[in-house]
């Protein structure tokens, strides 16, 4: 209970904060000589609007506890009558103020800290289409998704996570239009959440999936309020965790991670074209170095005469077998990828490109890997770049395709992609199909699969994802 004695409440607060130094209390008396201390964690709050609206009306015409809600003029003001309440205003960023003689005291909402400006998202850009991208503040955020879809129906549910952090968390949707079980899924889920910390969006995904151990990841995520909201829009809901621009959409379907929101925004013939080389350069990146193996080791036959001799020369004197020459490669390309993105930009993309040049060709004049080599790894990296939501997925398949490929040849290769498809169709993320629209077949969501149709011509949404209020367009353009 909160004491009428304000110097036991200061005590307390003292022992609850463990004496730290940012916690900042500050006593003084107003003119009619009535003690007050004020207490609040340092960088959290706005000292102008403090000094402003709260210290001068205080101490000039503050009489008694009743005459606090009078001559304060903020919005966000509320009695609180337990040490609990106090302390949970305090690390949420509020000021709470306390009275010599009352039983009860105020936290007033002043929150106030630097926070990132709103950028481009450096890992989806885009040449036409929004360019802003979310940041760390998850009220901002949320401010940024309302702009794009300003319709009451838009619910936010918030929640705290984190015994510890205390984490912010808030639960995305539109009424009426949100797959209802998955909804009641994802909030059954989040709220079963018991732990010390949530530092990202990454750790409540690690909670919430559906498959952990597999290599596909069936929830997205993206730093795009477009994106948000052209999913959200379909049925699906969105996570926004505090402290973190990556918001989490679930769920998330195979052909998703073909598709770009810079899609819908292109004329349609564009758009199908550019979804068609980021397919090709999906199996290309996954398969191009297990092929090379499995041909040149098993399977010279089926390689061009001509080619085949080129291929041959090029080996000539190279002391690996294909197989390892393929993994050597293959992580050399990952060990530069890696210190490219971890060093700091300007010495992280010099090291990228003085890597790949000076070790590819020093490694062919050296004789440990052949030329024909270093050329397919080039390729299916440009290849993993076309895909960039699935980069991980695409380095372990094609690891495991070469060592299929180095032992098996073709039928190796058949194996393994039939195990990583199988694998794919039979993920069934809160209880839609990853698949969706190929498998279970669907003539609505095939409109906005491999072949972008107009948007005039998607009159529903998504089957599998919407059950309700399917119709997104009233006046059909007619032909």
């Not at 003001?77 to 690390?91: R, S």
């Not at 797959?179 to 010390?196: F, H, M």
């Not at 041959?312 to 293959?330: H, K, N, Q």
Request: hydrophobic share 45%; charged share 25%; net charge neutral.
């Amino acid at each position: 209970m909160i004491s009428k004695n304000i110097d036991k409440n200061k005590e307390r607060l003292l022992e609850e904060f463990n004496n730290t130094s940012d916690l900042i209390i500050y006593e003084f008396k107003t003119n009619s000589n009535l003690k007050i201390i004020i207490s609040y964690l340092e960088g959290f709050i706005d000292k102008n609007t403090l000094d402003r609206d709260v210290l001068k009306p205080v101490i000039t015409r503050l009489e008694s506890c009743n005459d606090l809600k009078k001559i304060i003029f903020v919005s966000g003001i509320k009695e609180i009558n337990t040490f609990e309440e106090i302390i949970e205003e305090i690390v949420s960023g509020n000021l709470v103020l306390f009275i010599q003689g009352c039983k009860q005291c105020f936290a007033i909402d002043l929150k106030h800290w630097d926070k990132r400006a709103i950028e481009e998202a450096d890992s989806e850009a885009v040449v036409r289409g929004p360019k802003e991208g979310f940041i760390e503040d998850i009220s901002t955020n949320k401010m940024l998704l309302r702009r794009k879809i300003r319709n009451p129906n838009l619910v936010f549910e918030n929640y705290i996570l984190g015994e510890q952090t205390e984490t912010e968390i808030s639960v995305a949707y539109i009424k009426n239009i949100v797959n209802e079980d998955v909804l009641d899924k994802v909030k059954k889920r989040v709220q079963d959440i018991n732990t010390d910390s949530i530092l990202e969006s990454g750790y409540i995904e690690g909670y919430i999936e559906d498959s952990p151990y597999n290599i596909v990841s069936t929830i997205g995520n993206t730093q795009k309020p477009d994106i948000v909201a052209g999913k959200i829009l379909e049925g699906r809901v969105a996570i926004f965790c505090d402290g973190t621009p990556h918001v989490l959409i679930i769920p998330r379907l195979f052909i998703e991670n073909i598709q770009v929101s810079e899609d819908y925004y292109s004329r349609t013939y564009i758009a199908t074209f550019l979804r068609m080389l980021r397919f090709f350069a999906l199996f290309l990146g996954i398969l191009l170095p297990g092929l090379y193996v499995a041909l040149q080791t098993f399977h010279q036959e089926m390689i061009p005469t001509v080619l085949l001799i080129t291929m041959a020369g090029a080996r000539e004197g190279v002391p690996l077998p294909s197989v390892l020459e393929a993994l050597l490669m293959t992580i050399m390309l990952e060990l530069i990828k890696e210190s490219g993105v971890r060093l700091p930009k300007a010495v992280g993309s010099a090291v990228s490109i003085v890597g790949a040049l000076v070790l590819g060709q020093a490694a062919v004049e050296g004789g440990i890997v052949s030329a024909p080599m270093v050329i397919v790894i080039a390729i299916t990296a440009i290849a993993e770049f076309a895909v960039p939501a699935l980069t991980e997925v695409m380095i372990l398949y094609r690891l495991f395709l070469i060592v299929l490929g180095g032992f098996m040849g073709l039928y190796g290769i058949t194996c393994g992609l039939v195990v990583i498809i199988i694998g794919a169709v039979s993920l069934d993320p809160f209880g839609i199909p990853y698949g969706y629209p190929i498998a279970p077949s669907d003539k609505t969501g095939l409109k906005d699969f491999i072949i972008r149709f107009p948007l005039w011509s998607m009159k529903k949404r998504p089957g599998y994802l919407v059950k309700k209020n399917r119709i997104r367009q009233r006046n059909v353009r007619k032909k």
